[in-house]
């Protein structure tokens, strides 16, 4: 199912893809870092495992869709696009800058690969649902997929997707929660409580899997479960992950929503990226 | 003046005659007692059109039946989505739905789409471009159902979104060209939605509907009316009633909100120094009188004076239609005598 290059290990994947956020994160000197370094496992598995596309052809009629509804979120993507080859490398370069096709969030008309355009938080679920009823229309065998944060789960829209997601009996339809438990405000438990979690979306008539967002194995099982899943109903992947996985200082940071780094912080964050080469 | 809520009605409580009795149910019409009607002309016209385009699917949240599009859903069953009483949801799976190549046509009522769903028509539907058209039933003033029904500031709202087109038809005959021009356009649309049983007005005027375009329904040299929606009809009979004093009203029927077509009523604005009165079924506030004020202005265009009928800035109150068309002004009675006093200023 992998595109190309499988030669190289998913945790390979994972590693470039946070090395490539790292350097557009170096860009601006700071951003949504810590969200891109925690769901570059999440990603990796998504591109390079479980999602059908053509690098060459980002809006090829049959690939699998893959909405980003987590605006500023369009970091980690972009790493994610650009490993995958939709997006050259040198671009990363031009990070939210003037005449950039990578802005600081996530918006269609902007990037190839870029689905939708995200950032009003609580939209790209609702879009799923209306691209999983069209592609069902079509005939078409393509997954859509939607990650988006636990910070949504808050937003009355995504429930309303996911009600209708159940109701339709929508097994084209892949949810990816990232519950990486920080939101604007804090820690996302303390903004509101979204659990238990699993058990809101089986009573939605979700097929519901929770794994450790950071374990490789795990994600391949859970995506391969999704996709192949016999009942018809939607799936749902909830993802519990650690914010700015693989960079223990950054780890290590209370608040970590925004980031602001040292110049020197991006180098020694980069090195200790680079140290885990070739896994 | 609304009333404290805990005053009865004077006639149970003094026993003068009770008044006639007038409903203020959802399904009241808009047509006067002799009034020729079609009944539910965008439902019909849609499902014919879907016809011969499978790009057509209707969606809507719960009011298929109360924005004809029931009709569309009887035809089409195949063709038509129900999203559940979820504005949000209706507007990010019509967006979805328009990304896949569909056109999805979607209904609810005009305070849904506009006050609760904006964020997601602004985002998801008209910043990317997107081929969905929104019918919205009860626009303005066109139920007695009080302020949670009655959507008088859609337009200003959506006058402000980029990228959407709106449209304000008049009848039952300019819904009908109004629906196959706007699938043709490509983009997102707004229609303010008159249902059920829907006057015909204009056709024996020999109006033509071009979407962008203003039309001279009616020329007058004392007073130019620039309207759209319902008060071009009640502007029409208005001109009928002015006429027996001698007072010639022109008619320039704005079906098109957005792009608003400036060339054409500067035009007729500079044509003969007239009297000239915007009558909207919305708020005076940001809808049709604003817009061409605005257009006068920065044209240096002077009329002799300016004048809106329209919505007040307010809650409006709950009640039978006809007496609250009356009490804000839109009744054709009003229209009428409001012109006289501005004539006679």
Redesign the interface.
């Known amino acids: 199912m992998a595109q190309m290059g499988h030669n190289i290990s998913l945790p390979e994947r994972a590693r470039r893809i946070r090395r490539h956020a790292l350097r557009m994160g170096e860009v601006q000197g700071q951003g949504y870092i810590a969200q891109a370094l925690g769901v570059a496992d999440v990603l990796a598995v998504s591109y390079f495992h479980a999602t059908n596309y053509r690098p060459e052809d980002p809006e090829w009629e049959g690939r699998d869709r893959f909405l980003l509804s987590i605006g500023h979120y369009a970091i980690a993507l972009y790493a994610a696009l650009i490993e995958a080859k939709i997006i050259p490398e040198d671009e990363l370069e031009t990070y939210g800058t003037d005449e950039s096709r990578l802005p600081m969030s996530g918006m269609a008309a902007y990037t190839p690969g870029m689905e939708i355009t995200g950032g009003s938080l609580g939209h790209g679920l609702g879009i799923a649902v209306g691209m999983a009823l069209a592609l069902k229309r079509k005939k078409s065998d393509a997954f859509v997929y939607n990650l988006f944060s636990d910070g949504e789960l808050d937003e009355g829209s995504t429930w309303e997707a996911a009600m209708s997601a159940g109701s339709y009996k929508l097994d084209n339809l892949i949810g990816i929660v990232d519950v990486n438990q920080m939101q604007a405000d804090g820690p996302s438990m303390g903004v509101l409580n979204f659990e238990p979690l699993g058990p809101k979306f089986e009573a939605f008539n979700w097929f519901v899997q929770r794994v450790d967002g950071n374990d490789i194995g795990a994600l391949v099982a859970a995506f391969d479960a999704a996709r192949h899943h016999k009942g018809q109903q939607p799936r749902i992947i909830i993802c519990d992950t650690k914010m700015a996985k693989g960079v223990p200082f950054l780890e290590a940071r209370e608040r970590n929503h925004f980031l602001r780094v040292e110049p020197d912080e991006w180098k020694e964050a980069i090195r200790i990226i680079d140290a885990g080469a070739g896994a | 003046m609304r009333r404290s809520k805990y005053i009865r009605p004077d006639f149970l409580t003094n026993g003068t005659d009770r008044p006639r009795m007038t409903t203020s149910a959802m399904i009241a019409s808009i047509a006067g007692p002799d009034q020729q009607t079609r009944p539910a002309p965008f439902g019909h016209t849609l499902a014919k059109l879907a016809e011969k385009d499978d790009r057509i699917?209707g969606m809507s949240a719960d009011l298929a039946k109360y924005t004809d599009l029931h009709v569309f859903r009887a035809a089409h069953p195949d063709k038509f989505?129900q999203?559940?009483m979820?504005e949000?949801?209706l507007?990010?799976?019509?967006?979805?739905?328009?990304?896949?190549?569909?056109q999805?046509w979607v209904t609810t009522y005009a305070v849904f789409a506009s006050r609760r769903a904006y964020?997601?028509i602004c985002?998801?539907i008209a910043?990317?471009m997107l081929d969905v058209k929104i019918v919205c039933a009860l626009p303005g003033l066109t139920t007695g159902y009080g302020p949670s029904h009655q959507a008088t500031e859609d337009i200003a709202m959506f006058r402000g979104m980029p990228n959407l087109t709106i449209i304000d038809p008049c009848d039952a005959s300019e819904i009908e060209q109004a629906v196959p021009a706007i699938a043709a356009h490509k983009g997102p649309v707004y229609m303010r939605l008159l249902r059920g049983n829907v006057p015909v007005v204009l056709e024996e005027y020999g109006y033509k509907f071009e979407l962008g375009k203003a039309k001279i329904i009616r020329e007058g040299k004392d007073v130019l009316i620039i309207s759209s929606g319902l008060m071009t009809m009640r502007a029409l009979e208005a001109a009928k009633e002015l006429q027996k004093d001698g007072v010639e009203a022109a008619v320039l029927h704005v079906p098109t909100i957005k792009p608003l077509d400036e060339a054409t009523i500067l035009a007729e604005c500079r044509k003969q120094n007239r009297l000239v009165v915007v009558a909207e079924n919305h708020t005076v506030i940001g809808g049709l009188g604003e817009a061409v004020g605005a257009a006068l202005m920065r044209s240096d265009v002077r009329p002799a004076a300016f004048r809106q009928i329209g919505l007040p800035d307010a809650f409006l109150e709950a009640g039978a239609l006809p007496t609250l068309h009356d009490q804000y002004g839109l009744s054709t009675q009003k229209v009428t005598a409001a012109i006289r006093s501005w004539l006679d200023e």
């Not at chain 2, 507007?91 to 190549?101: K, N, P, T, V």
């Open positions: 699917v989505y999203m559940g979820a949000q949801l507007m990010m799976s019509a967006a979805g739905m328009a990304r896949e190549g569909f999805p964020d997601f985002l998801a910043e990317e």
